[in-house]
């Protein structure tokens, strides 16, 4: 595993100078961060490159750092015929949420490029059809970010003590 | 012989109150038709999660629902007349449900069963309805998560007696009327 992070390294440092900010293997499984503006080619090029071939996406995620300043996008790729897999993680300002879409290189993207925009209001830009997937339409927050509380904000009967409300 | 139907568990309803003689018996209509409707009451489950597997089993024969006159299911709302919702409903199902409701025809009761569907359950959470009492009024609520097949008749005894001592022509009654318009219900 330790060889072919290393060759994706440096393949992609070469191809993509200054662009990949980290490569470590966590648990065994390759992971590499990129920086959100050219991550749509980084992506292209692992699905397109032959040596790679990494043309099936397995998942792809949303998620928010810790300080809550910053949101991510994560790809899971998958080469089938060599078995291999790998994981892409870009990191970019909540303020400006914004990323290319990759509907273009897998249609699968499209349902989960919405659901990541449903729960932390990523905007994938070329996306053809980005509105909410699972929550009701007529939701105006986006519930897995932090700033939003977990709990049902139209309850009144839980205010007191015991509910740490 | 005589015996053996003195030995019978069987039992038949009480005749309502009314007036007796020689080959002749005047009640009110509410009432026979109370009991008429009390004792063939067809439901239809919409049972979405854990509760609904407690809802199974009080249908199937240890706990038999037939015996309160509730052989068949209806699937479908426009033949039902009580709509039993087991589980819990997210808000994206609230509209499903209460569609629903709106195409029971009169009379209809509801029975909430476990504290999803009464309250939402330990799921206070964005993504599900706090009590279906929200969009649809409810006749009885049954606690419990899950509440247990015995809890569950508890509760389908208790719409029996609404049933029962219900007027006939509830519908036009002006506090049925607000009350759903209160939920938006024409
Ligand atoms: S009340 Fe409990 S058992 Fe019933 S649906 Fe909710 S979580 Fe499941």
Not at chain 1, 22 to 48: C, G, M, R, W
Not at chain 1, 87 to 111: C, H
Not at chain 2, 72 to 100: C, H, N, Y
């Amino acid at each position: 595993m330790e060889e072919f992070l290393s060759k994706v390294h440096a393949v992609l440092n070469e191809k993509f100078p200054g662009e990949v900010l980290s490569a470590e293997l966590v648990y065994d499984f390759p992971v590499v961060t990129v920086k959100p503006n050219h991550s749509h080619a980084i992506l292209q090029f692992l699905k397109e490159d032959a040596s790679f071939n990494f043309h099936f996406l397995t998942d792809l995620t949303g998620v928010q750092t810790a300080d809550e300043k910053e949101l991510g996008v994560i790809y899971h790729l998958h080469n089938l015929p060599a078995n291999i897999r790998i994981r892409i993680k870009t990191f970019f300002s909540i303020t400006k949420p914004e990323i290319k879409s990759v509907t273009d290189l897998w249609p699968a993207a499209n349902w989960m490029e919405r659901e990541t925009y449903d729960f932390f209001g990523v905007k994938f830009q070329g996306h053809p059809n980005l509105k909410r997937i699972l929550n009701v339409d007529e939701m105006d927050i986006f519930p897995l970010r932090k700033e939003y509380p977990l709990e049902d904000q139209t309850r009144d009967d839980k205010s007191d003590k015991m509910f740490g409300r | 012989m005589a015996e053996l139907v003195k030995k019978s568990s069987v039992e038949i309803v009480t005749k309502p109150e009314g007036l007796e003689g020689q080959g002749f018996f005047a009640t009110r209509v509410d009432s026979v038709m109370g009991l008429a409707r009390a004792n063939s009451l067809w439901p239809l489950p919409f049972a979405t999660s854990c509760c609904g597997i407690e809802f199974m089993a009080t249908m199937a024969s240890h706990y038999d629902l037939a015996r309160f006159g509730m052989e068949r299911l209806s699937f479908s709302p426009r033949q039902a007349d009580l709509l039993m919702v087991m589980g819990t409903i997210a808000k994206k199902m609230g509209p499903t449900l209460r569609q629903v409701y709106e195409q029971m025809a009169e009379p209809r009761w509801v029975i909430s069963v476990g504290a999803c569907a009464c309250s939402g359950g330990i799921f206070d959470t964005y993504s599900v309805l706090q009590g279906i009492d929200r969009i649809i009024p409810v006749d009885v609520y049954v606690p419990g998560c899950p509440p247990n097949p015995e809890q569950i008749i508890d509760g389908i005894l208790k719409i029996q007696e609404l049933a029962k001592h219900e007027s006939s022509r509830r519908r036009y009654s002006p506090e049925y009327k607000a009350l759903l318009n209160s939920y938006g219900i024409e």
